[in-house]
């Protein structure tokens, strides 16, 4: 819920980044990537996205999501129903 919420805050965008919240590794080493679009950093769990997740990409328009990390830190359920969630 908070990277959804630090997201909202952020300048409007496109895109984002998604990453396990299960683990820091990833999010940390997509970080200044993720600035540099700028793009924020959604966090998930590893086998359900979270509702505040889902409701974030749904309410801004969300065009394109690059998920950082394999099924081991994203499983392929919730890589699609992101990719369902998407404009």
């Not at 979270?50 to 099924?71: D, M, Q």
């Amino acid at each position: 819920e908070t990277s959804a919420l630090i997201a909202a805050a952020m300048p409007k965008t496109k895109q984002v980044v998604l990453a396990t919240g299960e683990g820091f590794a990833d999010a940390l080493v997509v970080g200044a990537w993720a600035g540099s679009l700028p793009a924020p950093i959604l966090l998930s769990g590893v086998k359900a996205l979270p509702a505040s997740i889902a409701t974030y990409l749904k309410s801004h328009a969300i065009e394109k999501a690059t998920v950082v990390g394999g099924p081991s830190a994203l499983s392929d359920a919730v890589v699609k129903e992101v990719a369902g969630l998407l404009k």
